[in-house]
């Protein structure tokens, strides 16, 4: 079921997304070659601790970590470890937070150190792709606008679209209906409407978008093994628009 939110639970969640932000920016200056991604992970916790929230993310359906760490190929769902981050690679940060029972989802892919000119690309027209749908987000307009207008940038771009992964509904859990596609059809799907909160969420490849998932049940990996991108904000549908609630 779609609920539309209320102006105190807009609050609520503003505040999770705002610590999500937060977050996303205390872990920028630790992303550098040398770091294990267990270290991420034992950091942002204590950060969103420190917020007066709860990590969304852990114990979630069994997930063991407060952060999703995906590096290189994988898609999302890594998780932390003595994995040590090195030159060349890009990962893919997906945090969640919990502020008196209301969630904040947000995820970015970051350079470490120089990467290659085909993923930069990537990660230039991945980002430009959750922008591309959220200017599709406003009261009238369908869920498949969105995934339409995604879908469409990732073609012309020569990218895969990962299509078993969805953007979602955002509120008291963590993910909430609609789903929200990174494909599909114009003026199709659930009527977009004032006080909505949805994660808006592209994961595209430089490959093929066919994917696996490891041993651990969890991780989600290019079955090429070519690179893979995520960026994700959660945002609130205005009587004109949407208002980011993770950040700019």
């Known amino acids: 079921m779609i609920t539309i939110k209320s102006k105190r639970e807009i609050e609520l969640l503003k505040i999770a997304g705002n610590i999500v932000y937060q977050t996303h920016q205390y872990l920028k200056p630790f992303i550098k070659e040398g770091i294990k991604t267990k270290e991420l992970d034992i950091l942002a916790e204590k950060f969103i601790r420190s917020k007066g929230a709860t990590p969304s993310f852990k114990g979630y359906e069994g997930f063991p970590s407060t952060l ?21 690679d890009i990962v893919s940060i997906d945090i969640g937070a919990c502020y008196k029972g209301y969630h904040g989802d947000s995820a970015w892919t970051y350079k470490v150190g120089q990467v290659s000119p085909e993923v930069e690309s990537l990660l230039r027209h991945t980002e430009q792709a959750l922008y591309v749908g959220l200017k599709q987000v406003k009261p009238g307009n369908r869920i498949g606008d969105i ?45 977009i409407k004032e006080g909505m ?47 980011i609630l993770t950040g700019e």
């Not at 999703?68 to 060349?88: A, Y």
């Not at 940038?153 to 990174?182: M, R």
């Open 197 to 243: 909160v949805l994660a808006i969420e592209p994961m595209l490849t430089l490959g093929s978008p066919k994917i696996y998932i490891h041993d651990n049940n969890w991780t989600v990996d290019t079955l090429d093994g070519h690179p893979s991108a995520h960026f994700e904000h959660t945002i609130v549908v205005t009587a004109d628009g949407y208002e």
């Open 68 to 88: 999703c760490i995906s590096i290189n190929s994988e898609v999302v769902h890594g998780f932390p470890s003595d994995r040590v981050l090195k030159n060349g």
């Open 147 to 191: 995934s339409h207008a995604i879908e469409e940038y990732a073609k012309k771009h020569n990218l895969g679209v990962v299509k078993e992964l969805c953007g979602h509904g955002v509120g008291t859990d963590v993910h909430e209906d609609p789903e929200v596609p990174n494909y599909g059809i114009k003026n199709t799907g659930p009527r």
